[in-house]
C-alpha cells in the first residue's frame, strides 16, 4: 500500500465519523431551540473544547504557524493575548451571560439578549447587530473555504476549487442535520484531534533536526532575531506589533460563536469546570503551534526543502516525519481547525436570520418545524454566498481571520461587558457604541503607516467602549424592571441551587 492510501483511509474515517456524529445530533433535534442552542444543556467540559475548537479555525494550525516561521517569537504575543483573553472571558463572562440570557425573557442569540437586556422596542439594535454578524461572519466563513483549498492544494496537489468544495459539502452535511448540537460534538473530537496534533509534531520535529539544542543553534544562525519576543530590540514598529497581538485577546468577550457556548451551558456554575478544560487546552496547543513554527526554520533548511507557502510548514513536517496514516490524522486536525469554526459561525449566521431578522419581520409566529427547515436553509444560503466569495482569496488566512475577528471584538465585546456589568446601558448607547466599533475597523484596515499599522481591534474596541458608555450616560432613564433583572442575574451567576430552581419552575410552566 503507498503512503497516499493511509492518508485517505486517515481522512475518511475522519469524514465518517463527522457525519455520524451530526445523523445522532439530528435525531435529539426536534426543535428551533434544541437545533440553535442545544436547549442549553452542555456540560462544562464540553462547552470548552466546543469553544476551543470553533474559536481557532484554520489558522491554529496554519496561519499562525506561519507568521512564527516568518517573524518568529514577536508574533507569540498573538498567542500570549489569546490566552489571557480566553481565559477573562470564561472566569467574567461565562457565568453571568448564561444566568442573564435567560432571565432576561430567555433570549438565544446575541442580539435577542442585547435587544431584551435594554428593552429596545424599536427592534433597530436587534436588526443591526444581525446585520454585522452575517458581514463579517460571512467574512469569516469564507476564510474557512480559503483554508480548506488551500490544505488540499498543498497536501494532495490538488485543484483549489475541489478541495474547498469537499471541505464545505462535509462540514454542511453534519451542520444542516445536526444544528448546534452536532457542531458542538464535533468540535469536541476537532478539538482534540488539533490538541495532539500540536503535540506530536513540534516533538517529532525536534527530534528530527537533532534536538532542541540544535535546533536553538540553527535558528539563531539563520534568523538571529527569531528567538526575541521584540524581534530583536523594541522600536516603535515592534511595540504597534506587541501591542497588536496582546489585542487580540480583546477580540473573545465579542465573538458571537464563542459566547454563544456559554449561554448553552447547562448552568453558570459549569463555567469553572470549563475555564480550567479551556485554559489547559488552549495554553497547551498555543505553546505547539508557537514552537512548531519556530522549529520549522531548522527543519526546512537541514532537510534543504523548498517552503513556497509559510502557512503549510506543519501539514509538510507531518507528512515527512510521522507514518502515513499518523500524517493523516494530522491532515485531519487541520481539517478539523478549519471545519469545526465554519460550522459554528454557520450556525450563528442562520440564528441572525431566522431568530434575530426572519422572526422579527414576521408578525404571527411561525412554528417550530418551519422555523428548523428556515434555520437548515439560511445555513446553506450562508455558505454559498462565502464560496463565491472564496473562488479568488485575497490575502492570507490569518488577515481574514484577523479582519473578522477585530470587526466583532470591536463591535460586540464592550457591549458584551457592558450589557453584563453596567447597569445603565441603554439601547442607544449600545447602538452607537456597535456601530462605531465596526466603522472603526472597516477605516482602519485600509490605513497603512505608523499608528495606522497597530491591529485595528485595539482603537476599535476602545472608541466603541467609550462612544456606549457617553450615550448610555445620556439617554438613561431609570426602568425598575431593568434594575431588578440586573440583580437577579448577578445572584444567579453565584447560586447554583438559586439557578436550578429557577430552571426547574420554568419547565413546569413550560409543560403545564
Not at 463579517?136 to 473555504?145: D, E, I
Request: hydrophobic share 55%.
Amino acid at each position: 500500500m503507498n503512503d497516499q492510501f493511509f492518508i485517505y483511509l486517515a481522512i475518511g474515517i475522519y469524514f465518517l465519523v463527522l457525519i455520524g456524529i451530526g445523523v445522532a445530533a439530528y435525531l435529539r433535534t426536534s426543535d428551533h431551540e434544541g437545533y440553535m442552542l442545544a436547549n442549553r444543556g452542555l456540560p462544562g467540559w464540553v462547552a470548552a473544547l466546543s469553544a476551543g475548537a470553533s474559536d481557532m479555525s484554520g489558522w491554529l494550525i496554519m496561519g499562525l504557524p506561519g507568521a512564527i516561521y516568518v517573524a518568529g517569537l514577536i508574533e507569540a504575543w498573538t498567542a500570549i493575548g489569546l490566552t489571557i483573553g480566553a481565559f477573562v472571558n470564561w472566569l467574567i463572562v461565562a457565568p453571568r451571560l448564561r444566568a442573564y440570557s435567560q432571565v432576561s425573557r430567555n433570549s438565544i442569540t446575541l442580539p435577542s439578549f442585547f435587544e431584551n437586556r435594554t428593552r429596545d422596542s424599536s427592534r433597530v439594535l436587534r436588526i443591526v447587530s444581525s446585520v454585522i454578524v452575517l458581514v463579517f461572519f460571512t467574512l469569516y466563513v469564507s476564510s474557512g473555504m480559503v483554508a480548506g483549498g488551500v490544505f488540499f492544494e498543498s497536501s494532495f496537489e490538488a485543484d483549489y476549487l475541489t478541495g474547498m468544495l469537499i471541505v464545505a459539502a462535509v462540514t454542511l452535511l453534519y451542520t444542516l442535520f445536526g444544528g448546534f448540537l452536532g457542531a458542538s460534538l464535533t468540535d469536541v473530537v476537532q478539538g482534540l484531534m488539533m490538541f495532539i496534533a500540536l503535540i506530536i509534531v513540534p516533538i517529532f520535529a525536534v527530534i528530527s533536526v537533532g534536538g532542541w539544542g540544535e535546533a536553538v543553534s540553527l535558528i539563531n544562525t539563520l534568523e538571529p532575531n527569531h528567538l526575541s519576543f521584540s524581534g530583536g530590540g523594541l522600536t516603535t514598529a515592534s511595540i504597534i506589533v506587541i501591542a497588536s497581538g496582546i489585542g487580540w485577546g480583546l477580540g473573545y468577550f465579542g465573538q458571537p460563536h464563542i459566547v454563544v457556548r456559554f449561554m448553552a451551558l447547562r448552568a453558570p456554575s459549569d463555567a469553572k469546570q470549563a475555564r480550567r478544560v479551556g485554559l489547559a487546552w488552549q495554553a497547551i496547543s498555543m505553546a505547539g503551534t508557537v514552537f512548531a513554527g519556530l522549529i520549522g526554520v531548522a527543519w526546512v533548511h537541514q532537510n534543504n526543502v523548498d517552503l513556497a507557502d509559510p502557512e503549510t510548514i506543519v501539514l509538510l513536517m507531518s507528512q515527512a516525519l510521522l507514518h502515513p496514516l499518523f500524517a493523516g490524522f494530522v491532515l485531519a486536525a487541520v481539517l478539523a481547525a478549519i471545519m469545526s469554526t465554519f460550522s459554528s459561525q454557520l450556525i450563528v449566521c442562520s440564528s441572525a436570520l431566522v431568530e434575530d431578522i426572519y422572526k422579527v419581520v414576521r408578525k404571527d409566529p411561525p412554528s417550530d418545524r418551519r422555523l428548523v427547515l428556515m434555520g437548515r436553509g439560511a445555513v446553506l444560503l450562508v455558505a454559498i454566498i462565502a464560496g463565491l466569495l472564496a473562488l479568488n482569496p485575497n490575502g492570507t488566512i490569518l488577515e481574514l481571520v484577523g479582519f473578522a475577528w477585530a470587526g466583532f471584538g470591536a463591535a460586540f465585546g464592550p457591549l458584551v461587558l457592558l450589557s453584563l456589568y453596567y447597569r445603565k446601558l441603554t439601547n442607544w448607547g449600545a447602538l452607537s457604541g456597535m456601530v462605531v466599533g465596526a466603522v472603526v475597523v472597516f477605516v482602519w484596515a485600509e490605513l497603512t503607516g505608523g499608528i495606522f499599522d497597530l491591529y485595528e481591534i485595539v482603537p476599535g474596541f476602545i472608541l466603541s467602549l467609550l462612544v456606549t458608555l457617553i450615550v448610555s450616560a445620556v439617554t438613561y432613564k431609570p426602568n425598575p424592571e431593568v434594575e431588578q433583572e440586573f440583580e437577579r442575574a448577578a445572584y444567579l451567576a453565584k447560586n447554583r441551587k438559586a439557578f436550578d430552581e429557577l430552571m426547574a419552575s420554568e419547565k413546569v410552566t413550560a409543560n403545564a
